[in-house]
């Protein structure tokens, strides 16, 4: 399950020295996602949230998670494990059961992290992934998983001086408005006064642009950076 302290490790324990190391960390952070997507699809099913048995109002229930099964993406395989339920009537959508290729989902991934998930962005993701529209029950569910965490990595606060900082855009399409468009991703990797390295942002936009890196360099100061030593 995709949690605060989970995100934590995420940003502190990567060891990030090349382009490599920011495609490794990202698709780690893609398997979570997709395993918290999971969940809040059989919250969805079962009618409740795990522990809210208050509101529990059928005889179903959880009943553990199926065996890990590797999928393949586009930044290589990631494991993720199958909630079940007791009945074994739930079949999930985000990642079939006998689903084994997930290759393109990546960047909806990713591009709910650099500008944030509302509701339509949300319906947008999933409509891309399944070709159908969602329930409003599951958009809330996926919400109340996810947006918490995705909030609280874009807003955490800086420290206020970096030794090194590093910035890149990984230009990538994506289907917009029943066309293909380019989109930019902008990185940031900062490593603190002690050498621990840490993702300090992402964000989306159209192409790359020096306007849009001032934006960005604005973000960091807002959050509390005062001064890089080499970037």
């Known amino acids: 399950m995709f949690t605060k302290e989970q995100l934590k490790s995420f940003i502190q324990e990567n060891d990030i020295k090349t382009a490599g190391d920011i495609q490794n960390a ?8 997709l395993q918290e997507f999971m969940e ?3 919250d969805t099913h079962l009618g409740y949230a795990k522990h809210d048995t208050k509101n529990k109002k059928t005889s179903n229930s959880r009943n553990g998670k199926m065996p890990a099964k590797t999928v393949t993406t586009e930044m290589g395989d990631i494991q993720v494990r199958t909630p079940r339920d007791r009945q074994g009537a739930f079949e999930p959508q985000v990642v079939k059961k006998h689903q084994n290729d997930l290759s393109g ?3 909806q991934i990713i591009s709910m992290y650099a500008k944030g998930m509302s509701t339509r962005d949300i319906q947008a993701h999933y409509n891309h992934i399944y070709g159908v529209d969602l329930s409003p029950t599951l958009v809330s569910n996926i919400t109340d998983r996810i947006l918490p ?3 609280q990595w874009q807003n955490r606060p800086l420290q206020q001086v970096y030794a090194v900082v590093f910035m890149d855009a990984i230009h990538y399409k994506v289907r917009q408005d029943n066309a293909i468009v380019n989109k ?4 940031v990797i ?4 002690d050498g621990h ?9 159209e192409h790359e642009s020096a306007k849009f890196w001032l934006g960005v360099l604005n973000d960091l100061k807002h959050r509390g950076v005062k001064d890089i030593l080499i970037n």
């Not at 990202?26 to 996602?33: E, S, Y």
């Not at 930019?184 to 990185?187: G, L």
């Not at 900062?190 to 006064?193: S, T």
Request: hydrophobic content about 55%; charged content about 20%; proline content about 0%.
């Open 184 to 187: 930019a991703a902008y990185m």
């Open 149 to 151: 965490q995705v909030q």
């Open 197 to 205: 390295k840490d993702v300090l942002g992402m964000w989306i936009g």
């Open 105 to 107: 989902m990546e960047n």
């Open 26 to 33: 990202l698709k780690n952070l893609f398997a979570d996602t």
């Open 40 to 42: 809040a699809e059989l």
């Open 190 to 193: 900062g490593i603190d006064l």
